[in-house]
């Protein structure tokens, strides 16, 4: 897979080959929804219901907009573009309104099964 340095679904992939052993089939956040489907029949995540069912470690995506990582305290931890890091830059309310209110993208979480 083609990514652009350091873009969020690069990232993630990075983190999660790291953590348990495989990647999402994707290279882009926009299809990111879709992609998470098929992991899930696949037994390998599970959508969860809402993000205030969040736990440290599911994945919150944005489809067409960003993809993070839930961290504890309601943080969410993404790559920054301008930066080229990885770092805690949102929390549930700014990310709810950067990409729900702001672009009016929907909000899903993802939970990695092992």
């Known amino acids: 897979m083609l990514f652009r340095s350091l873009s969020c679904v690069w990232m993630l992939?990075?983190?999660?080959?790291?953590?348990?052993?495989?990647t999402i089939d994707t290279n882009s956040v926009t299809s990111m929804d879709n992609d998470f489907q098929g992991e899930i029949s696949?037994?390998?995540a599970m959508e969860v219901s809402s993000?205030?069912?969040a736990q440290p470690g599911d994945i919150i995506v944005s489809p067409g907009g960003h993809v993070g990582v839930i961290a504890?305290?309601?943080k969410i931890f993404s790559?920054?573009?301008?930066?080229?890091?990885?770092?805690?830059?949102?929390t549930y309310?700014?990310?709810?309104?950067?990409?729900?209110?702001?672009?009016?993208?929907k909000?899903?979480?993802y939970?990695?099964?092992k």
């Open 72 to 74: 504890e305290n309601r």
């Open 42 to 44: 696949k037994g390998r």
């Open 13 to 22: 992939n990075k983190i999660l080959k790291r953590s348990v052993g495989y």
């Open 51 to 53: 993000l205030n069912e």
């Open 107 to 109: 909000i899903k979480v």
């Open 79 to 90: 790559n920054s573009s301008s930066t080229k890091t990885w770092r805690q830059n949102f």
């Open 111 to 113: 939970r990695i099964l």
């Open 93 to 105: 309310d700014s990310w709810k309104r950067d990409y729900a209110q702001a672009k009016g993208l």
